[in-house]
Nanobody, 119 residues
C-alpha cells in the first residue's frame, strides 16, 4: 500500500506561482509513474503532468512551458512547480502513483489540494 499526501495549494493571483508537493509513504515509489491530475467543479479529472520512473515527462498542452514536474526518489516525493498561473488553472490537484506489469496494476491517489487563481 502507498499513501500519498499533497501539500502546497492555496490562493494565488494570476501570474503568480505555486509549488505542489506530494509525499509518498508505505512503500517506495521509485519504480512508479507519478503524476498530477486536476479536477475543476463540473469538469472531468484531467492529467496535468506525469513523470516516468525513467524521468521522462509529459505535460498537458495548456500547461507546457508553465509547469514543471519533478521527482525525488530518495525522498519519495513528486513536485509540481506552477508558474504564470491563470484563473483556468483553478482546481483540486491530485497526486497519482501507478505501477503496472503485464496484467498487474497498482494505482494510488492522494486526497487533493485546492489551487485557486484569482485576483
Amino acid at each position: 500500500q502507498v499513501q500519498l499526501v499533497e501539500s502546497g495549494g492555496g490562493l494565488v493571483q494570476p501570474g503568480g506561482s505555486l509549488r505542489l508537493s506530494c509525499a509518498a509513504s508505505g512503500n517506495s515509489v521509485s519504480s512508479y509513474a507519478l503524476g498530477w491530475y486536476r479536477q475543476a467543479p463540473g469538469k472531468q479529472r484531467e492529467l496535468v503532468a506525469s513523470i516516468a520512473s525513467s524521468g521522462s515527462t509529459n505535460y498537458a498542452d495548456d500547461v507546457k512551458g508553465r509547469f514543471t514536474i519533478s521527482r525525488d526518489n530518495a525522498k519519495n516525493t513528486v513536485s509540481l512547480q506552477m508558474n504564470s498561473l491563470k484563473p483556468e488553472d483553478t482546481a483540486v490537484y491530485l497526486c497519482n502513483a501507478r505501477w503496472s506489469f503485464l496484467t498487474r496494476v497498482y494505482e494510488y491517489w492522494g486526497q487533493g489540494t485546492q489551487v485557486t487563481v484569482s485576483s
